[in-house]
Every structure is written in C-alpha cells, then in structure tokens.
C-alpha cells in the first residue's frame, strides 16, 4: 500500500489519474461481465432444471 | 508528508485491475478444488443434467476462491512478511484490505446462495461451512495458535468431493466421507514437507507450524505415520467398490510410492539445509492427490464418452 502511494505520490498527478481512470474502466468492464453472465447462468439453469414445465403454474 | 497521502488515498480511487482481484481467489488452490468436486460430482450415484453439473463446479471454484479472498484480508501483516507471500496483491500494495474483504464476502454470498438454488440447499450449506471454516476456524484461529493448524484446517480442503457428491445425491454418505478422509489424511504431510524447508518463513512471523514448535525429527516421524495411514484410505475407495480396478492398482501403487517418498524423508538428517527429500515428497504429494482424483472421474467419464462418440 505504502508503495503504490509513494510511487503515485513521486508521479505526474495526471499519470496518476489516467492510471486511476484506466483501472476503475477495466473494472467496470469486469463487474458488468459477472453480472452478464451470473443472468445468463440463472436463465440456462431455469431452463436445465425445468425445461418446458417452466411454462406449467397457475395463471 | 506520507500520513496525508496515506489519508488521501482512502478517498481515491484504486488502481486495481481486475486480474489483482482473480488473484485474491487463490487460482492455485481453486484448480485442486475444482479437480476434487469434478471427482465427487462424477462418481456420486444419479443423475445430474450437465449444464447444472457445470454451474455447480463453478458456484463451488467460486466459494473457495471466496475464502481464498478471506484468507489473503484475515492474514496479509503476516503475509507481508514471508517471501511465498510477498507479492500477494494486499502486501504488494495492488488491493486494499477492506477491498478483498468485500470481494470475499460478495462471492461468498453469490456462489452459497446460487449452489442452493441450482443443485440443493445440503450443498449450498456445505460450502458455507467449508468458507466459514477455511477463514474463521482455520484462517484467524487454528492457524496462529497451535502446530496442528493444518491438521484440523485441512478439512476445509477436504469438503469440495464431498460438495460434489451431495449435489448429485442431496446426502453424505460414507463414500463422500472416505473422499473427504483422503485429502483430509494427505494434508499434513503436504503441508509439513512444505513446512519443513520453509520453516524460516513461517518462524518469522510467528506461525506455529510443526518443525518450529516440535522440531524437524518429530516432524518426520509424523509425516511418516499419515503416509502410512494415507496409503490404505486411498485405497479404501476400490475396496469399497465405488470406483473401479484402474483407480485400485492406480492408489495402490502411489500409495507405495507416497510411503516410499515419506520414509525417504524420515531418514533425511534434521539439520539438513537442503531438505531435497522433503521438497520430493512435496512435489510428489502435488501429483498424488491428481493422479488419484483423476483416475477416478476417467473411470467413470471414459467409457461413458466412448459409448457416445463410437
């Protein structure tokens, strides 16, 4: 921890920035994959687990 | 001038990438753990359609790495300190603490509660015991305190088969308990080999492994008795009839070797400053446990896929 800050402290504010920005985009990426795909896991698995009798309830 | 930094970093924002966070989830480990849950899943009696057989492995990676995630929050002043750990993303400055502690968390939350829905609720509170024992029972209790950390902290690594197995069956049976017996009795001798050319790393910071406590020549002795007990519960699964012939002369024969490789070490000098025979059986013990799981899921997923592909 005391590194990275140190590091940071001894670079361009705006390396800095940029290197921030650039890592909470990859981030952001990386979130909105896992959500994507923990949907995807649900709606496949609902699918596996009761096939056609998904569409078997009460109306 | 460091304190504000240090102050004003809190409020910024990290500059960690997602790679750092896969590496809080210990991929190493979570590899041997997928292996072992593959084999329960595969050998339990049943049937399990293959896309929730899938989903299920993948709830049980995930909750290992969770933990793994726990463990690296639980333990990183000491992990700082000792060169194997080193550059784990929290001592090397890459993630906050209180970052792996919500990843940890998060995870942990995601990969129980989806197990519960996909496969059943036996499973799903199976991992949660085994994170709950892997980060409080093992990570901020057992091991700081007392030699025979890995010993009971082994079982936190021995639960996955038996994950496996329930979410095929919704039951333990004394099968999953003779999978779980088996990585439950490898464990010591694995980790003390490991322990015994480490065993610098962990006195420095004050983890009471085996060699610092007992020293080395109690150290052997005892991994010498698990190898000996090791060699028969490997087996037991071929004598129980619950795997085939392969998976008994397989066990068999690395069972004899493990022995071999443990009385090898046993005789190795205590003040040894090598230690090779150590680091053989640690290497050794690696692919033990892969060779045994292994023969187990091609057993039963060999001639499956050959009836349907020929």
Redesign the interface.
């Known amino acids: ?6 590091k ?2 001894m670079a361009a504010p705006d390396d800095v920035d940029a ?3 650039k ?2 985009r ?2 952001n ?2 979130i909105g994959f896992c959500l994507a795909a ?1 949907v995807i ?2 709606y ?2 609902t699918w ?2 009761l096939g056609a009798n998904v569409m078997v309830r009460p109306l | 001038m460091n304190t504000s930094i240090e102050k004003e970093s809190d409020f910024t924002v990290s500059t960690a990438m997602p790679a750092d966070y896969f590496e809080l989830l210990k991929p190493g480990v979570m590899r041997l753990v997928v292996f072992t849950a593959i084999a329960g899943l595969v050998i339990a009696p049943g049937q399990l359609h293959p896309v929730l057989a899938l989903i299920s492995i993948l709830c049980i990676a995930i909750g290992a790495g969770a933990s793994g995630a726990l463990n690296m929050w639980y333990d990183s002043d000491i992990d700082a300190v000792m060169t194997r750990t080193a550059k784990r993303p929290i001592p090397s400055g890459r993630v906050s603490r209180s970052e792996a502690l919500v990843f940890g968390l998060v995870l942990s939350f995601f990969s129980i509660f989806t197990l519960g829905v996909i496969a059943n609720w036996l499973s799903a509170g199976l991992l949660a015991f085994t994170i709950f024992f892997y980060a409080v029972v093992y990570s901020m209790w057992l091991k700081r305190s007392t030699p025979q950390n890995i010993v009971i902290g082994g079982a936190a690594g021995a639960f996955p088969p038996m994950i496996g197995w329930a979410v095929v069956t919704n039951s333990v049976t004394i099968e999953s308990l003779v999978l779980f017996a088996i990585i439950f009795i490898w464990t010591p001798p694995h980790f003390w080999a490991l322990a015994l050319f480490k065993s610098g790393d962990y006195a420095s910071v004050g983890i009471p492994m085996m060699p610092n406590v007992a020293g080395n020549r109690s150290t052997q002795n005892q991994i010498l008795a698990y190898s000996l007990l090791l060699a028969p519960i490997g087996f037991l699964p071929y004598w129980m009839g619950f795997v085939g012939l392969t998976y008994g002369v397989v066990s068999a024969v690395l069972g004899a070797a493990f022995v071999w490789f443990a009385f090898r070490c046993w005789q190795m000098d205590s003040d040894d400053k090598i230690m090779k025979p150590a680091k053989r059986l640690f290497a050794f013990s690696i692919l033990y446990l892969f060779a045994l799981f292994g023969v187990m899921i091609l057993e039963v997923a060999a001639p499956n896929l050959i009836a349907r592909f020929v």
């Open positions: 921890m005391n590194e990275t800050v140190k940071d402290a290197k921030r920005k890592a909470q990859s981030r990426v990386a923990f896991i649900l496949v698995a596996a687990k």
